[in-house]
């Protein structure tokens, strides 16, 4: 047997080598279908891409699903190393970093369709009714702007099932939502059959949004985009990305 420990020895290097170079990454995120929740298809089309990226580059990914505000709380508190997914806002500049774009969002404002909207153009225009928001979205500047000049009337709840529901017994007016998610959820085991039926939204997207992962603006932090854009190229080069969205759409999706 002697004749065999040297390649016994150098089968262990490269064993213990592997070790030493694998790399865990736990990252929050939260519950927002189609594109990330824990009993989606691979975690959703985000959370599925971000694996993919990271696995790429021989990181191993673990994701936190918790209350969005929470997974914000976990990141910036170091608890997480990486949060799935946000969209660029300037007021966060100053502390995160963001990935390249993981998934596009046309936002939408939904309504009910006994309660049609007057003719707009801006949000500006719509001051008279009363909006909805779930506590630590995006949207976009403006809409927050608005809200704090008191033009427009923002109630804000923990989520968007909140928000759904206010609206359907008329305490809101109007709930903006990516286009996607909104009839996912509209459609879903949440709500009565048929109630996809009793809300219309707007033609017109108020605005177009895109998700990244989102890191602290540390050493570290830019390492973990360095590696996860690679692998986000990666998945461009060879058409996995294509395939993952035609998956999306077809309502599938692997669970790798």
């Given at each position: 047997?002697?004749?065999?420990?040297?390649?016994?020895?150098?089968?262990?290097?490269?064993?213990?080598?592997?070790?030493?170079?694998?790399?865990?990454?736990?990252?929050?995120?939260?519950?927002?279908?189609?594109?990330?929740?824990?009993?989606?298809?691979?975690?959703?089309?985000?959370?599925?891409?971000?694996?993919?990226?990271?696995?790429?580059?021989?990181?191993?990914?673990?994701?936190?699903?918790?209350?969005?505000?929470?997974?914000?709380?976990?990141?910036?508190?170091?608890?997480?190393?990486?949060?799935?997914?946000?969209?660029?806002?300037?007021?966060?500049?100053?502390?995160?970093?963001?990935?390249?774009?993981?998934?596009?969002?046309?936002?939408?404002?939904?309504?009910?369709?006994?309660?049609?909207?007057?003719?707009?153009?801006?949000?500006?225009?719509?001051?008279?009714?009363?909006f909805g928001a779930t506590r630590s979205y995006t949207y976009t500047k403006e809409f927050w702007d608005l809200a704090k000049k008191g033009t427009l009337k923002v109630e804000v709840s923990a989520d968007d099932e909140s928000s759904i529901r206010k609206m359907?017994?008329?305490?809101?007016?109007?709930?903006?939502?990516?286009?996607?998610?909104?009839?996912?959820?509209?459609?879903?085991?949440?709500?009565?059959?048929?109630?996809?039926?009793?809300?219309?939204?707007?033609?017109?997207?108020?605005?177009?949004?895109?998700?990244?992962?989102?890191?602290?603006?540390?050493?570290?932090?830019?390492?973990?985009?360095?590696?996860?854009?690679?692998?986000?190229?990666?998945?461009?080069?060879?058409?996995?990305?294509?395939?993952?969205?035609?998956?999306?759409?077809?309502?599938?999706?692997?669970?790798?």
């Amino acid at each position: 047997m002697a004749r065999y420990g040297w390649a016994i020895a150098l089968a262990l290097q490269f064993f213990w080598a592997g070790v030493a170079c694998a790399e865990d990454v736990v990252i929050s995120t939260g519950e927002f279908a189609p594109w990330t929740g824990e009993k989606l298809p691979g975690g959703g089309y985000v959370n599925r891409v971000v694996r993919e990226a990271f696995r790429r580059q021989g990181v191993t990914v673990k994701f936190k699903y918790v209350p969005w505000q929470r997974a914000l709380e976990e990141l910036h508190s170091g608890t997480v190393q990486a949060s799935s997914f946000w969209a660029d806002d300037p007021a966060r500049i100053k502390d995160y970093m963001l990935s390249a774009p993981v998934s596009e969002h046309r936002e939408l404002l939904f309504h009910r369709k006994d309660k049609a909207l007057s003719k707009w153009r801006r949000l500006a225009d719509l001051g008279k009714y009363r909006f909805g928001a779930t506590r630590s979205y995006t949207y976009t500047k403006e809409f927050w702007d608005l809200a704090k000049k008191g033009t427009l009337k923002v109630e804000v709840s923990a989520d968007d099932e909140s928000s759904i529901r206010k609206m359907l017994a008329g305490r809101i007016d109007i709930f903006p939502m990516d286009e996607f998610s909104g009839w996912t959820l509209l459609s879903s085991s949440l709500f009565p059959v048929g109630t996809h039926d009793l809300v219309m939204a707007e033609p017109m997207a108020f605005s177009v949004l895109y998700g990244h992962l989102m890191v602290r603006r540390t050493a570290e932090g830019a390492r973990l985009i360095k590696l996860v854009n690679a692998g986000i190229a990666s998945m461009k080069a060879d058409g996995t990305l294509a395939t993952f969205k035609d998956d999306l759409y077809r309502g599938s999706g692997a669970t790798r």
